[in-house]
C-alpha cells in the first residue's frame, strides 16, 4: 500500500490532484479544533451569519478579533463544543488525515457539567472514529490562560490520562515560558508529549527559550529560527521536530515572500519538519492544499514533500 500511495502522491503534486493528494495517509499534527473546520462548515452551523475571514489577517491580533466579532458568540454550550471538536475530526478523515493532533483548550472543561462529561464526551468522539483515523487528544492553552485556571482547568485534563500531548499557544511577545515551566514538567511525568508554539513570529531566542524552559519535543512552527546556527543545531542535537504551517505564516504576515519561505533552509539543514493547517476555518487550506501550495512555489520538488509526508505519520 505504501509504494501505491508514493506513486499516487506524486501523481497528485505534478498534476495538481487535490483529489489525488486526498486519497493518500497524511498527518497533521498542528491544528486547533476550535478553528479546525472550513469556514463554510461553521458558517451553515451558524445559519449563515458569520462573515468570511479576510485574505489577510494581522497576525495572532488579527485572529482574537475574528473570533471575537465573528464566531464566539456561537459557542455557548457542551454541543457546541461537540460539534467544533466532531467536525474538525471529519473535516480531517475527509482530506486523508490519518494522524491527527488537535489541541482541546483547557478552558472547553467550563462547557460541561463536570470534567468527567467533558473527558468522557471527547473520548467517545476519538473512539466513533478510531477505524479511520488515530485522533490523539491534545490539551492545549493560551499563553492569557490565568494562575488560576491553570491549576483548575489544565492540572484536571493533563491528570485525566486522556490527553496525549500539551501545546501552548497566544502572544508570542509575552515572554513568560517561565510561568508554564512546572506545568510542562507535570505533564512530562504523566507521559504527555510536549509542544508549544514559538518561533512564529518572533526570531531564534524565542524558540531556545521554549526549548530550554519547557523541555519541548515538538516545536508548533519554529520558522524563526532558519538564520540561526546554534538554535537549530540545538533543534537537531535534541531531535526535535517543526511543525510548520505554510498558508497560515503568509496569511497572518509572519512571511512575507513565500518564495523565500524558511520551510526550505530548515528542511536543508536536516532538521525533521512536518507540514500541517493549524487553522482550516481562517486559512482554508487542508494538509493536501498545503503540500500542493509548496510544490507549487518549487519549495520542494515531490520526492522530498513525499518524504515530509511519510516522516509526518511516524
Ligand atoms: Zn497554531
Known amino acids: 500500500m505504501n509504494k501505491i500511495e508514493d506513486t499516487i502522491f506524486k501523481e497528485g503534486l505534478r498534476e495538481g490532484n487535490l483529489l489525488k493528494l486526498r486519497k493518500v495517509s497524511k498527518a497533521d499534527v498542528h491544528n486547533h479544533c476550535g478553528l479546525g473546520m ?12 458569520v462573515s468570511e475571514p479576510p485574505k489577510k489577517i494581522d497576525g495572532i491580533i488579527g485572529i482574537d478579533n475574528y473570533i471575537f466579532n465573528e464566531t ?9 463544543i461537540v460539534f467544533l471538536i466532531e467536525e474538525t475530526v471529519k473535516e480531517a478523515i475527509e482530506d486523508g488525515v490519518k494522524v491527527l493532533e488537535s489541541s482541546i483548550d483547557c478552558h472547553n472543561l467550563m462547557y ?34 490565568s494562575n488560576k485556571d491553570l491549576n483548575e482547568m489544565l492540572i484536571p485534563c ?27 514538567k507535570h505533564a512530562k511525568s504523566k507521559g504527555l508529549k510536549l509542544k508549544a508554539h514559538a518561533g512564529e513570529f518572533q526570531g531564534a531566542e524565542n524558540v531556545k527559550k521554549a526549548i530550554e524552559t519547557l523541555e519541548i519535543d515538538e516545536i508548533q512552527h519554529g520558522i524563526g529560527v532558519s538564520s540561526n546556527e546554534y538554535v537549530m543545531d540545538l533543534i537537531k542535537e535534541r ?28 528542511f536543508d539543514k536536516g532538521l525533521r519538519i512536518t507540514i500541517n493547517t493549524d487553522d482550516l476555518l481562517l486559512f482554508n487550506s487542508g494538509v493536501s492544499e498545503e503540500y500542493l501550495y509548496l510544490y507549487k512555489l518549487g519549495l520542494f520538488n515531490e520526492d522530498e514533500l513525499n518524504e515530509i509526508r511519510k516522516f509526518s505519520l511516524e
Open 72 to 80: 464566539i458568540k456561537f459557542i455557548s454550550k457542551e454541543e457546541d
Open 239 to 266: 531531535n526535535i521536530r517543526l511543525n510548520i504551517c505554510p498558508s497560515s505564516n503568509y496569511i497572518l504576515g509572519a512571511v512575507k515572500n513565500m518564495n523565500s519561505y524558511p520551510a526550505r533552509n530548515l
Open 158 to 184: 493533563i491528570d485525566s490520562g486522556v490527553f496525549e500531548s500539551i501545546d501552548l499557544y497566544g502572544d508570542e511577545t509575552r515572554d513568560d515560558f517561565e510561568r508554564f515551566k512546572e506545568y510542562y
Open 112 to 145: 460541561f457539567a463536570n470534567n468527567d462529561k467533558f473527558f468522557n464526551t471527547i473520548l467517545n468522539i476519538r473512539d466513533k472514529y478510531n477505524k479511520s483515523i488515530d485522533f490523539r487528544l491534545e490539551v492545549g492553552m493560551s499563553k492569557s490562560i
Open 38 to 49: 472550513r469556514f463554510s462548515t461553521f458558517n451553515k452551523w451558524a445559519g449563515g451569519y
